[in-house]
């Protein structure tokens, strides 16, 4: 079969499940939701933007190990180049930045990126002032080009947009429907398409934000500050959501765009359509906007919360029926040989999967869950057996638990998934063995992929 991978970065899980939380119209994605498989407990492995593609395209889990780094460094296994075996050709088409300076293009047939995305300063204008929109003190403090906020710089490369057709994820869907109409006729291809967008800056077109927050008046809010959400007013923080909902908004629509051509050619009687996301965002929740604390302002450690771990994926295969919703646990390390398995396609792997195929579950041959827990976390950097301050911090997430050994302040959290899906309400005090027993689980799963001792040494001097 042909395999289409659609990754979208920052796309939080409740846009698509949960309009109370987040008011996003995804009518798309609802559409295609009715053809597919909807895993509703995949949380991210390895993070950020890097470390998670890493695992996708390994089948390994990464965090304890290295931190963001070229694909090359990590593990020699990449998804087109396992594929080539089986006579596959491949395609990367993205406007993420990161991609190509990281090697994932090294291995595809064709690669191709949009430049211009975040702090991609490809072609400067040194003829044009950068104009200053936002606030330093409301947005991340960055060292990018001549010092400029990421939001300015972004604005002054891409021209000043202001029209729909300008933005990326358009150029993004356009350029993936003309390869679609160039090679649907030959058999079998890989085709990653990897959109940027909903990630910061949040620069759609301000109509659209209006349908969000038609009353809001000030400085738009395009840029969360990767600190403490109490540093914006309320109505700041309300129209920094609404940028965030138009852009997811701009993804869905253009997405949609992908999947019509998809329809157009015929193409789901033989094609597996993924579609996924990296990672989500806090958007005031935790008292946190962005991902991680990268803000001078806010001393707090940044455990990875079900706002940013929780992620969506819907799959679609010929002979998979649509419209359903699995439970079970899962993670970006096992989307590889689920892939494989869905293809019909046997490789043998450079280095062994760490992920296990869930087709049988896709399929409905098995009930069995593959992992009672999975773990969520970004590489730590150790310092005399400590980790530094405001650091992103690891999540246990089981059925009804998340479980961080350390939480905000330092301490151990633990919350009751089933009652409190944002983990807001710390319940360690009443459950301190149900904390015991997930910290024990965290220690024997690195021992167990033989992580590096000085990791296990760690989390194991913190147990109890």
Same mark, same amino acid.
């Given at each position: 079969? $042909? ?100 090697g994932f293009d090294a291995g595809f047939d064709g690669a191709y990126v949009i430049r211009g995305q975040e702090g991609d300063t490809y072609f400067l204008r040194m003829n044009h ?53 160039? $090679? ?15 990630h910061e800056p949040w620069d759609p077109p301000e109509y659209m934000v209006k349908r969000y927050d038609p009353d809001y008046d000030g400085i738009p809010m395009l840029h969360p ?13 309300? $129209? ?52 991680? $604390? ?24 010929? *002979? ?23 293809? *019909? ?18 399929? *409905? ?41 350390? *939480? ?57």
């Open positions: 079969m $042909n395999i289409i991978l659609l990754i979208s970065d920052t796309f939080r899980y409740d846009n698509l499940f949960d309009r109370a939380a987040m008011p996003v119209r995804t009518p798309e994605l609802d559409r295609f939701a009715k053809r597919t498989v909807s895993l509703s407990r995949m949380y991210t492995g390895s993070f950020p933007t890097i470390p998670h593609r890493t695992d996708v395209t390994t089948g390994r889990y990464g965090w304890p190990w290295y931190p963001w780094q070229d694909r090359r460094q990590s593990s020699p296994n990449h998804i087109p180049t396992l594929l080539r075996e089986a006579g596959y050709v491949s395609q990367l088409i993205c406007d993420c930045p990161h991609l190509f300076r990281n002032s950068i104009e200053h929109v936002m606030p330093p003190e409301k947005t991340r403090h960055s060292y990018h080009f001549h010092g400029e906020n990421l939001v300015d710089l972004a604005r002054w490369t891409n021209r000043y947009w202001y029209r729909e057709i300008d933005r990326f994820p358009p150029r993004t869907a356009e350029l993936t429907v003309e390869w679609l109409e160039e $090679n649907y006729q030959f058999h079998p291809f890989f085709l990653w398409v990897d959109f940027f967008d909903p500050n990767y600190g403490k959400a109490s540093d914006f007013t309320p109505e700041e923080l309300r $129209n920094l959501r609404a940028h965030y909902c138009a852009e997811a908004e701009l993804v869905d629509r253009w997405v949609g765009r992908v999947l019509q051509k998809i329809d157009d050619l015929g193409l789901w009687e033989n094609t597996i359509v993924v579609f996924t996301s990296d990672h989500g965002i806090s958007l005031g929740e935790h008292n946190r906007t962005g991902k991680s $604390n990268i803000n001078r302002y806010d001393e707090r450690f940044w455990p990875l919360y079900p706002e940013i771990a929780h992620v969506p994926c819907l799959i679609a295969a010929p *002979g998979i029926e649509g419209g359903r919703t699995i439970d079970a646990l899962l993670q970006p390390a096992d989307l590889l040989p689920t892939l494989l398995d869905l293809a *019909g396609v046997e490789v043998t792997p450079p280095q062994p999967f760490h992920g296990r195929s869930f087709a049988p579950l896709l399929r *409905g041959e098995s009930e069995e869950a593959l992992h009672d827990y999975v773990i969520t976390a970004s590489f730590l950097r150790l310092e005399e057996g400590s980790i530094p301050a405001e650091s992103t911090t690891p999540v246990i997430y089981t059925e009804k638990w998340a479980y961080t050994p350390i *939480g905000a302040e330092g301490t151990r959290e633990l919350y009751d998934l089933e009652a409190d899906p944002y983990a807001e309400t710390n319940v360690i005090a009443e459950h301190p063995d149900v904390a015991d027993d997930l910290h024990e689980k965290l220690v024997a799963w690195l021992e167990e992929i033989q992580a590096p001792e000085e990791v296990v040494a760690f989390f194991r001097q913190r147990q109890g």
